[in-house]
């Protein structure tokens, strides 16, 4: 499966934006999905995963209460709205797709990985 990240851009602290993870090559809808993000010199770390049905969201301390995972399996596409963004959120967010439905907060669950898109929060 490939997968494609959009929807980056450059915004102000306090605003608001949402990405967007879409699958090609093969349906996503029996997989759990995350996303990551790697900001500058940092580790790429964790921030929200969704399993296979969207009944069932994990996300990283730092962004509970802002942002918000969820899945339009008919569009083989996940979501990631982001709110109340801060300049520590900038970030390249990268989406991951695992070969299994339920998907958790380790890196190394996920098989497949898109390019990126970029996240600039000016302050």
């Known amino acids: 499966v490939q997968l494609q990240a959009s929807g980056g851009g450059l915004v102000q602290t306090g605003d608001s934006l949402s990405v967007s993870c879409k699958a090609s090559?093969?349906?996503?809808?029996?997989?759990?999905v995350g996303w990551f993000r790697q900001a500058p010199g940092k580790e790429r770390e964790f921030v929200a995963a969704?399993?296979?049905?969207?009944?069932?969201?994990y996300k990283a301390s730092s962004v509970k209460g802002r942002f918000t995972i969820s899945r339009n399996n008919a569009k083989d596409t996940v979501m990631l709205q982001m709110n109340s963004l801060k300049p520590e959120d900038t970030a390249v967010y990268y989406c991951?797709?695992?070969?299994?439905?339920?998907?958790?907060?380790?890196?190394?669950?996920?098989?497949?990985w898109g390019q990126g898109t970029l996240v600039t929060v000016s302050s």
């Open positions: 991951a797709a695992s070969t299994s439905s339920t998907g958790g907060l380790h890196a190394s669950l996920y098989e497949y």
């Open positions: 969704i399993n296979w049905s969207g009944s069932v969201t």
């Open positions: 090559g093969r349906a996503l809808s029996n997989n759990a």
